[in-house]
């Protein structure tokens, strides 16, 4: 099989636009888009309490998050075989105006009351995009873009590169409170108040708002943009640091230590999936980036 | 590489969390508790904005009434034995209601919180977890019937 591109969003056709857009919402009349959002919701485990956390606040957010989008990218290709995922680079295209927005993509930011989407293939009044599984009680896509009532902006390339620039993966205790390592600083979790708290991956999650502030983030379409690109730093990463830039922790961490059966080594399996970190690392011969 | 099953739906069993489904069933447990609170509510010990530390909180923010109580805390005895009706939650667990309508929160191994509403940061207590929370929804929205959990509980958008 020849590896398919993945595309900057600023950089798809007309005709790519609106052949994304369709098959995002034949996957969700179709039902299948409603489960993503629900495993999304069920493996969001927090690092305060027990049990195997897979998607985020530990090694394993990359590659638990690399296999999700997969899963949707071959939902959407089941449909239309020449879709395929863009990314959103939030380090270049950083306004309420970019590509992601645009009336025939995403649509832009919610209206003031209540968040809700009015513009573009998601608004609720075009009654394609109805929100079954959500925090708040609304059916409709919600969104606050930039945040106006305490406005934030997005992460710079010197906050992205700040996380590229760490040689190591992943470091001990393997969560949200690990202080070195490219996966935590890149998934943004920090320490203490204010906006040095939230980083990266995190934070373009609030700068979006609505929906993607929440558990139900992956509601909102820009959820699989945003992946995409976080992915992609995962790649640049490697290939920055080279043969030894290798997923960690290699093996289970000792009995007697607090994150043992809380997280996933690099030849564990990585549920809901039958699959390893380590059969994760390379995407070359599935699909590259552009 | 790359090759794998399908995530599987609802029917289908997982190799999950145990600790996550069980929260989940809990936040239903919760939604039924809620419902025969105003019999409860008069027992809750008051505490004055700011007392972040205590163990129970029962405030009005930005017009929403914010109350929540720490599972280990010692309530009336009327109130123990409903929570253990309903089997208790964790110990140091947070109940919080948004307006009667229960708010999920987590716990990150730093001892801070965040709530579903909010999932993307996290608040040094409880009480700031639920009013960032309010600030979140702003005006127009108002959480769900069952909480955090989406459709898990049955209970849809």
């Known amino acids: 099989m020849v590896a398919y591109t993945r595309k900057d969003v600023s950089t798809l056709t007309r005709g790519e636009r609106r052949r994304f857009v369709g098959a995002l919402l034949e996957v969700k009349r179709r039902g299948e888009y409603d489960e993503f959002v629900r495993t999304h919701i069920e493996y969001y485990v927090s690092d305060g309490e027990k049990g195997l956390r897979t998607a985020h606040m530990a090694p394993s957010f990359l590659p638990w998050h690399r296999r999700f989008l997969l899963d949707l990218e071959e939902a959407l290709q089941r449909v239309d075989p020449s879709v395929t995922l863009p990314y959103w680079d939030w380090t270049r295209d950083r306004t309420t105006a970019g590509a992601p927005w645009s009336e025939d993509?995403?649509?832009?930011?919610?209206?003031?009351?209540?968040?809700?989407?009015?513009?573009?293939?998601?608004?609720?009044?075009?009654?394609?995009?109805?929100?079954?599984?959500?925090v708040t009680d609304g059916d409709f896509l919600t969104r606050d873009l930039g945040r106006r009532r305490e406005p934030l902006s997005l992460p710079t390339r010197q906050d992205l590169d700040a996380a590229l620039a760490d040689p190591v993966y992943d470091v001990s205790p393997w969560n949200s409170t690990s202080a070195k390592g490219f996966r935590n600083k890149l998934e943004?979790?920090?320490s203490g108040r204010g906006p040095g708290s939230w980083r990266n991956h995190n934070r373009v999650h609030r700068w979006v708002g609505g929906h993607m502030v929440g558990g139900a983030s992956v509601n909102d379409p820009?959820?699989?943009?945003?992946?995409?690109f976080v992915d992609l730093c995962w790649s640049r990463w490697q290939q920055r640091h080279g043969a030894g830039a290798r997923y960690l922790p290699a093996r289970p961490p000792r009995v007697g230590d607090a994150q043992r059966g809380q997280?996933?080594?690099?030849?564990?399996?990585?549920?809901?999936?039958?699959?390893?970190?380590?059969?994760?690392?390379?995407?070359?011969?599935?699909?590259?980036?552009? | 590489m790359f090759v794998?099953?399908?995530?599987?739906?609802?029917?289908?069993?997982?190799?999950?969390?145990g600790t996550r489904r069980?929260?989940?069933?809990?936040?239903?447990?919760?939604?039924?508790?809620?419902a025969v609170v105003p019999v409860v509510a008069a027992a809750w010990p008051r505490h004055e904005r700011g007392g972040d530390e205590a163990p129970t909180f029962d405030e009005t923010y930005q017009g929403r009434r914010l109350r929540g109580m720490k599972a280990d805390a010692g309530g009336a005895d009327h109130l123990d034995h409903m929570?253990?009706?309903?089997?208790?939650?964790?110990?140091?667990?947070?109940?919080?209601t948004v307006d009667g309508r229960p708010l999920h929160l987590m716990r990150r191994a730093?001892?801070?919180?965040?709530?579903?509403?909010?999932?993307?940061?996290?608040?040094?207590?409880?009480?700031?977890?639920?009013?960032?929370?309010?600030?979140?929804?702003?005006?127009?929205r108002r959480l769900t019937v069952a909480g955090g959990e989406g459709g898990r509980g049955g209970v849809h958008a």
């Open chain 1, 222 to 228: 820009v959820f699989w943009l945003h992946h995409a």
């Open chain 1, 188 to 190: 943004g979790w920090g």
């Open chain 1, 263 to 290: 997280v996933v080594a690099r030849h564990e399996t990585l549920p809901p999936w039958d699959l390893t970190p380590d059969q994760l690392e390379d995407h070359s011969g599935v699909y590259r980036y552009a």
């Open chain 2, 83 to 96: 929570a253990q009706a309903l089997r208790a939650p964790l110990q140091g667990q947070w109940h919080v």
């Open chain 2, 22 to 34: 069980d929260a989940l069933r809990a936040l239903c447990v919760s939604a039924l508790a809620l």
């Open chain 2, 110 to 140: 730093d001892g801070t919180y965040l709530s579903m509403v909010d999932h993307y940061r996290s608040y040094p207590t409880a009480l700031e977890a639920a009013r960032a929370a309010v600030d979140e929804l702003g005006p127009g």
């Open chain 2, 4 to 17: 794998s099953r399908e995530p599987q739906g609802p029917e289908g069993p997982r190799a999950c969390s």
């Open chain 1, 105 to 134: 993509l995403l649509g832009g930011t919610g209206r003031p009351f209540d968040q809700r989407v009015m513009t573009g293939p998601f608004a609720y009044d075009n009654g394609e995009w109805i929100i079954r599984e959500s």
